[in-house]
């Protein structure tokens, strides 16, 4: 059976998976817990970060050392950036990019990538395209940019123009990364608390038990798919 870390930013998204955790062992480390158990029969650690690329890379490296995942999944919220995304829709990240990172800081120095991009794992995004078609709750495919800080309307515009992603947070990107050097496959699924439309920390706090609810619904729904299918 495949082992799953996920990984939350925040203790609010992290509350739907404890409820539905069967718990054998917690493992207190760098202030962090890790809850290692089972949910609907699959072997899970799962834990939250705290908010930032470096917590988030900081407890992702943690989670790999001392549990050696056969893949993680970022799971959580997000803010929209694209027009079309809508409230409590759920964001399958296709790839991962920093907007607050210089474009070649990444492709001219470790880990040397090809293009400014992390992409998801290509078995974690099929089985997540096979969940959709069966899903309650809608998905969509694209991209998620990820930096520090809670993006306002002004920023959404500018992030829009330059990257074209359907949301932003500010771990996923950092995640990604860490997983990229240790060569694990890496899946974000982000469900949307707040858009242009419903803009700032109101509509984040109003929306985030809602939305950690179905983003754990969701990666569920695709981790059940993936470990059936994979080989």
Not at 36 to 49: A, H, K, M, R, W
Not at 100 to 105: K, Q
Not at 119 to 137: C, E, F, M
Request: net charge negative; aromatic share 6%; charged share 20%.
């Amino acid at each position: 059976m495949k082992k799953i870390g996920i990984i939350c930013a925040g203790d609010s998204e992290l509350e739907p998976f404890l409820k539905r955790l069967k718990q054998t062992a917690i493992m207190e480390k760098a202030m962090l817990s890790f809850h290692e158990g089972t949910i609907d029969g699959l072997p899970v650690t799962v834990l939250y970060s705290g908010v930032c690329k470096v917590n988030a890379a900081a407890a992702a490296q943690l989670l790999i050392d001392a549990y050696v995942p056969d893949m993680v999944i970022n799971a959580g919220t997000a803010g929209g950036i694209a027009n079309q995304v809508r409230l409590f829709d759920t964001i399958v990240a296709e790839a991962a990019v920093y907007h607050d990172v210089a474009d070649d800081i990444l492709t001219e120095f470790h880990p040397w990538l090809k293009e400014n991009r992390f992409l998801s794992d290509s078995r974690l995004l099929t089985a997540a395209k096979a969940y959709s078609r069966v899903s309650p709750h809608p998905l969509l495919f694209g991209d998620i940019a990820t930096g520090e800080q809670f993006v306002a309307e002004s920023e959404r515009e500018r992030i829009r123009r330059r990257l074209s992603p359907l949301a932003a947070d500010m771990e996923t990107a950092a995640i990604a990364h860490v997983c990229y050097v240790n060569q694990i496959p890496f899946l974000s699924v982000r469900t949307i608390t707040d858009t242009a439309a419903h803009d700032g920390i109101d509509s984040f706090e109003q929306n985030c038990a809602k939305a950690s609810e179905i983003a754990a619904d969701v990666t569920m729904g695709i981790l059940k798919q993936a470990v059936c299918c994979w080989k």
